[in-house]
């Protein structure tokens, strides 16, 4: 059974920062991309970082470009987001996402086969 399972969501303050992790069990993802998307309350899932399966191409949301890094350990099948700067309009529940089809990153949700439950991060003005 493949899970993703992602930690490290808590309610911080404007300025601070978080990371994010994505631990995956039950199949490697190491030759594929994974990536976070993340959902405000009361909008829709959006895109906010993807990381090829090797590490070597990122992409980022234009709202976290500079602030935040996606990064992946494929030793320990795991992928982090570090959110630097933290803003009220960062807050939401933050997604792991997992492709078994594509090496390289995608800001599109379709590429990404499985899914994590998610991590509440609540930033305070």
């Known amino acids: 059974q493949v899970q993703l399972v992602e930690s490290g969501g808590r309610l911080v303050q404007a300025g601070d920062s978080l990371r994010l992790s994505c631990a995956a069990s039950g199949r490697t993802f190491s030759n594929n991309a994974m990536g976070w998307f993340r959902q405000a309350p009361g909008k829709e899932r959006e895109f906010a970082a993807a990381?090829?399966?090797?590490?070597?191409?990122?992409g980022y949301a234009d709202s976290v470009k500079g602030r935040f890094t996606i990064s992946r350990d494929n030793a320990k099948n795991t992928v982090y987001l570090q959110m630097n700067s933290l803003k009220p309009e960062d807050t939401g529940v933050y997604y792991c996402?997992?492709?078994?089809?594509?090496?390289?990153?995608?800001?599109?949700?379709?590429?990404?086969?499985?899914w994590g439950q998610g991590t509440q991060v609540t930033v305070s003005s």
């Open positions: 990381i090829s399966w090797n590490g070597f191409y990122t």
């Open positions: 996402a997992a492709s078994i089809t594509t090496r390289q990153w995608s800001s599109s949700s379709r590429p990404y086969e499985y």
